[in-house]
T-cell receptor, first 113, second 115 residues
Framework: EPEVTQTPSHQVTQMGQEVILRCVPI?????FYWYRQILGQKVEFLVS????????KSEIFDDQFSVERPDGSNFTLKIRSTKLEDSAMYFC???????????FGPGTRLTVL | SQQGEEDPQALSIQEGENATMNCSYK?????LQWYRQNSGRGLVHLIL?????REKHSGRLRVTLDTSKKSSSLLITASRAADTASYFC???????????????FGKGTHLIIQP
């Protein structure tokens, strides 16, 4: 069964460094999403992406964040200058259609020191 | 209360019993989805119910939706030890995403099935 995959599973970085989190959505899906979950808290929506552009973004998704679909398979989230409070589990999700089930990857645990 | 808020926060039952979890929300929705998360793992999609539906079944899962009360329930029948996990409701709120709306998650119900 097709799955969303994410790499790396765990990323440790120093405050102020740039990180790129990578996702490979399910191959025939058209809608892509990033979420984060700070330890012990709710899953929070960051951004959605469709037709090669951002469709919706939350207040969390400020100028430090960017997303890209550099080729036909990868979907990346970049954090330009990480802060301690960016430490969280980051989940990628994809969906074949709008207003539909979203299928989540296993997540990347980001630790900012 | 916040959008997509589940209750109870924790539920412990014996294997074989039924487990019911509730979710309340505040806004207009396109659909409501339930997810399961095992400790430290990813989110597994369980079931989606659209705003014009009132009840949906999938295997041992039964979901209801009452849009007038802005609430949903998830019933797991004949629970098993493997059902131990956190369960989240997530709403696809009517918004500007044009089909690419982000989901709004609740805090979840932690379900423990005792063998």
């Amino acid at each position: 069964e097709p799955e969303v995959t994410q790499t790396p599973s765990h990323q440790v970085t120093q405050m102020g460094q740039e990180v790129i989190l990578r996702c490979v959505p399910i191959s025939n899906h058209l809608y892509f999403y990033w979420y984060r979950q700070i330890l012990g808290q709710k899953v929070e929506f960051l951004v959605s992406f469709y037709n090669n552009e951002i469709s919706e973004k939350s207040e969390i998704f400020d100028d430090q964040f960017s997303v890209e679909r550099p080729d036909g398979s990868n979907f990346t989230l970049k954090i330009r200058s990480t802060k301690l409070e960016d430490s969280a589990m980051y989940f990628c999700a994809s969906s074949p259609l709008g207003y539909n089930e979203q299928f989540f990857g296993p997540g990347t645990r980001l630790t900012v020191l | 209360s916040q959008q997509g808020e589940e209750d109870p926060q924790a539920l412990s039952i014996q294997e074989g019993e039924n487990a019911t979890m509730n979710c309340s929300y505040k806004t207009s929705i396109n659909n409501l989805q339930w997810y399961r998360q095992n400790s430290g793992r990813g989110l597994v999609h369980l079931i989606l119910i659209r705003s014009n539906e009132r009840e949906k079944h999938s295997g041992r899962l039964r979901v209801t939706l009452d849009t007038s009360k802005k609430s949903s329930s998830l019933l797991i029948t004949a629970s098993r030890a493997a059902d131990t996990a956190s369960y989240f409701c997530a709403t696809d709120d009517v918004g500007l995403g044009g089909g690419a709306d982000g989901l709004t998650f609740g805090k979840g119900t932690h379900l423990i099935i005792q063998p």
